[in-house]
């Protein structure tokens, strides 16, 4: 269904902690060295690399090496997908698409929780 790397749950548990969300927040106005992350997160550096690398293995961010500093970007398919996944849980029956049957598009279900 989506090409996100890792589970929902990991991915949340990843999301879980507020120097992740703090970096998410900065890679949302655009990609940024380590440099500039270090002291809005004001952490430690092998911290700070702990939560980068956390982040980069679940795909929501990823990295490029450009001489000797390392730039950080969100990944726009990670939060497209992610987006869409969310969204699922959170629209309302009504707003979510159908099938032409009134039902939500693959719901093969009888019964009429959809």
Known sequence: MFAIKQSIDVIYKALGDNNRLKIIELLVAG?????????????????LSHHLKILEQVG???SQKRGKWRYYHLCPTFVTEFLQAN???FLPKSEQANDGRGKPHGCTTKLSCC
């Open 31 to 47: 990609e940024r060295c380590v440099c500039e992350l270090q002291p809005v997160v004001d952490c430690a550096p092998s911290t």
């Open 60 to 62: 929501v961010i990823s």
């Open 87 to 89: 969204l699922a849980l």
